[in-house]
């Protein structure tokens, strides 16, 4: 009962659409729609001041979410790609579920992406990325549990880089042995 459907956090439903368009042979313009349905998740979407009556109470407070991408990617050689990203996301997170939310601060919406690939040979291939996600954050106060005259605020950014390589086989398809 401490939280919604005994804790059972499911991923949220999401449908998503997209597209790509040539805009020169070694150009593309990619763009896409993805919409969470948080409310779905009694664990995550049930406000987080709810009582806790028979295992379905309190969640996260989180609300659906829009998301729009876009990313453009450049082959400039043979042996040479890259790419670069924006995504905008609302924010799930209302001030009245920021006491809870310390938990689990998602509250960023604008993500800035770029990438490279390098191929270093017919299968294999040297895979670079970052994204950056600037600061966001939500005030509230603390649920009647708490003080509800002291103010909380949550805030999250994020740095990431990847380094990947990738080889290709021939024989994916065929089974193991």
Known sequence: GLIAQSGDFDVPASIQAGMAI??????TLMADYRFIDYSAIHAVANPSTK?????????FGWH???VF???LEWRATPTSTYRVGYSHNDNPIKS???????????VTQDHFTAGAEFQLSEKLS?????????SASVNG?????G?????VEIEMSQYEFTVGVKYVTDNLREPLK
Do not use: C, S, W
């Open 64 to 66: 659906d979410v829009n």
């Open 22 to 27: 040539d805009l020169r042979p070694n150009l």
């Open 51 to 59: 009582p806790a009556p028979l295992g379905n109470g309190p969640g």
């Open 147 to 151: 003080n509800p005259q002291h103010a």
């Open 141 to 145: 106060y603390e649920t009647a549990l």
């Open 126 to 134: 040297l895979e670079l990325a970052g994204a950056y996600v600037p």
């Open 69 to 71: 991408k876009i990313g």
């Open 96 to 106: 009245a579920d920021v006491m809870f939310n310390i938990l689990a601060p998602g």
